[in-house]
């Protein structure tokens, strides 16, 4: 009879073997068919682009679908080793960028997408001010593209100034003052359609952990540009900008008695208020004691307060009780295939298939896995990195052996994909992770 030793070690190598063969099989897949995401010039995208793959989304070009989707073709391009392969895409890649600042102008609206047919300055918003635009991560997908052209930013200095503008905007317009926040103006287009702390909640209300995470990667990243491009002025004010950021999300959407990073809401009203008459008297109501505070936190579970550690906001002891607290239990994030995207004790809870809005009250996306895998690298978390590696390397490369293609987001429990099929986009990361994991070098986003 067999020892329980024994079997113990043939059962581990067994899952070592599967676990071998589905990264292969991932590798070799991904492989063959990341050209399908490029794009000529077409209509009125006058450079090639990247498009996230997937009939829903074949055509036309995306914010942050075409930042993260370059991450991971950069990783594809650099496993491959082909010189003359990476030079091909060098165009696709910076037209992402040109394609979008084709559009900007000294207002700083920038749109979320450009469709192929569609002039975006001719279906301006009413108020560009009071819609969402473009998320802040145009910067540093140049700035990740410039960094990987050792510091050259010639390209883009003669549309700097429009990148500018955009900044500018969102600082003048999407900016809470009383907080140091950014918010959303509603929640349309946010990226993560259904997330409770933005949808359905009155316009500019919601100041989103996600949103001001993003934007303090994207003021660091113009900090880079504007270097790169010797304005060394422009520089130090996105420099300041981005420390008040970093303290401002520390002040407001750190929660110490949870130990999470959250979104909250600006939705108050004033301190002062007209007086009224009341009870026969005019007074001014709560005058005796008015609130001293700007907003308040949502506190919901959500995988997005752990961008506060991918974007190097938290703190090592506030990071420190992230991953004991939440990242690790299995009653909220912590799921067999992943992060779920919203905890499993919200009331929202749901992982029904839904593609307008897509849903993110739950279901496990390959893009929360690997930002939630870069934030545990980062600060030093390396058996949980693995962990969640493991996770997302059997996820992706059982789909790929059961349906022959990857979808868009999955079931937490049984990693059974929920919709999509054929979805490509930032499910290519996981060839980062997997090259992080076995030392090889890594393709970091800026």
């Known amino acids: ?36 995401m490029f794009r000529p010039a077409r209509g009125v995208l006058k450079y090639p682009f990247i498009t996230p793959g997937s009939d829903q989304y074949a055509n036309d070009l995306w914010d942050w679908d075409s ?18 392969e990476q030079k091909e895409a060098l165009a696709y890649e910076r037209g992402c960028i040109l394609n979008f600042l084709d559009y900007g102008g000294a207002d700083g609206y920038i749109p979320i ?35 990987q052209d050792q510091g050259n930013a010639e390209w883009l200095r003669e549309k700097f100034y429009f990148m500018q503008a955009f900044m500018t905007n969102y600082k003048m317009h999407h900016r809470n003052k ?4 950014y918010y959303w103006q509603n929640d349309v287009a946010i990226g993560v359609d259904n997330d409770p702390s933005t949808f359905f909640r009155p316009p500019g209300s919601s100041a989103s952990i996600y949103l001001n995470c993003l934007m303090y990667k994207e003021l660091q990243a113009m900090v880079y540009l504007a270097k790169c491009l010797n304005q060394l002025e422009v520089a130090h004010e996105f420099d300041q900008d981005a420390i008040a950021l970093k303290e401002a999300v520390q002040k407001n959407c750190w929660d110490e008695r949870d130990g999470f990073f959250y979104s909250v809401d600006l939705n108050l009203m004033p301190i002062f208020e007209v007086p009224r008459r009341i009870l026969g008297l005019d007074m001014v109501i709560h005058s005796g004691f008015p609130r001293s505070y700007d907003c308040l936190i949502q506190r919901i579970g959500s995988w ?29 994030f912590n799921a067999p295939y992943g992060v779920r995207s919203l905890s ?5 809870y749901s992982v029904r298939a839904s593609g307008n809005p ?34 997302t ?44 994991e076995e030392g090889r070098p890594v393709i970091e986003e800026f």
């Not at 009383?178 to 926040?181: N, V």
């Not at 690997?370 to 996770?391: I, P």
Request: proline share 3%; aromatic share 10%; glycine share 6%.
């Open 178 to 181: 009383a907080t140091g926040l």
């Open 393 to 436: 390397i059997q996820l992706f490369g059982k789909d790929i052996q059961k349906h022959g293609a990857l979808h868009e987001y999955y079931e937490p429990d049984s990693g059974e994909p929920i919709l999509n099929k054929g979805f490509q986009n930032w499910n290519y990361l996981v060839l980062n992770i997997m090259a992080q």
């Open 1 to 36: 009879m067999k020892s329980i030793l024994s079997i113990l070690i043939g059962v581990l190598l067994c899952q070592s073997i599967n676990a071998q063969q589905l990264t292969e099989l991932i590798k070799k897949n991904l492989y063959n068919d990341y050209k399908g």
């Open 344 to 348: 499993k004790l919200e009331k929202m």
């Open 113 to 147: 997408v450009v469709w192929k047919n569609a002039n975006p300055r001719e279906q301006m918003p009413k108020d560009i001010y009071k819609e969402n635009m473009h998320k802040p991560v145009l910067a540093q997908h140049a700035a990740f593209l410039v960094k």
């Open 304 to 332: 997005s307060g752990f961008l506060a550690m991918w974007s190097g906001i938290a703190s090592p002891e506030q990071a420190k009780r992230m991953v004991s607290e939440h990242y690790k239990n299995e009653k909220t």
């Open 358 to 391: 897509s849903n993110w009250l739950g279901p496990v996306w390959g893009i929360s896995n690997y930002l939630v895998y870069k934030g545990l690298v980062k600060y030093g978390f390396r058996s949980e990195a693995t962990e969640l590696a493991n996770k």
């Open 67 to 84: 930042w993260l989707t370059n991450i991971a073709l950069r990783q594809i391009l650099t496993d491959k080793g082909n010189t003359r």
